[in-house]
């Protein structure tokens, strides 16, 4: 009794501590001037009136999503805009530590899907981004950004 007890025992802690492992983080993927990166280090905060995921790497990247509702949880466009408003979302491009955001002349929107493992995904077509600081220096933005 005592034997079957301690396999018992034993059973029950290895089945929960398999049960609660983290999940890893998914890969973000983007491009910049055609040159691919891929990280999971993305950290995501959640305020009031905003949320925000970002990637802290060399080549890495900022998105606020300017809300009161947190991250978009459903398949759907998503207004993309430099200075955020209501509803909108800003995304921004580090690369050589010059931060780039989306041309004024470009399509304004992004598309927000549920990836295959359930989490939000913000899809990003190939647009032009500009220097904050220099309008005449651009680069070619595209990716997939994944929540973690």
């Not at 018992?8 to 983290?22: D, H, N, P």
């Not at 077509?125 to 990716?143: F, K, M, Q, R, T």
Request: with cysteine; charged share 20%.
């Amino acid at each position: 009794m005592k034997n079957l007890l301690l396999f018992l025992s034993l059973g029950f802690v290895l089945a929960y501590s398999t049960s609660c492992e983290k999940k890893p983080k998914q890969f973000s993927d983007w491009k910049i001037n055609g040159t691919a990166y891929r990280s999971n280090n993305v950290s995501v905060s959640v305020g009031k009136g905003s949320a925000a995921m970002a990637c802290q790497e060399p080549e890495g990247f900022s998105i606020v999503w300017y809300t009161s509702s947190g991250f978009p949880d459903r398949d759907g466009r998503v207004w993309r805009i430099a200075d955020g408003g209501q509803g909108t979302v800003g995304l921004g491009i580090y690369r050589q530590g010059i931060y780039y955001n989306v041309s004024p002349h470009e399509i304004k929107y992004m598309r927000s899907r549920i990836g295959d493992n359930g989490g939000i995904e913000l899809v990003v077509e190939p647009v032009w981004y500009v220097n904050y600081d220099n309008p005449a220096d651009s680069v070619l933005i595209e990716g997939v950004f994944r929540r973690p």
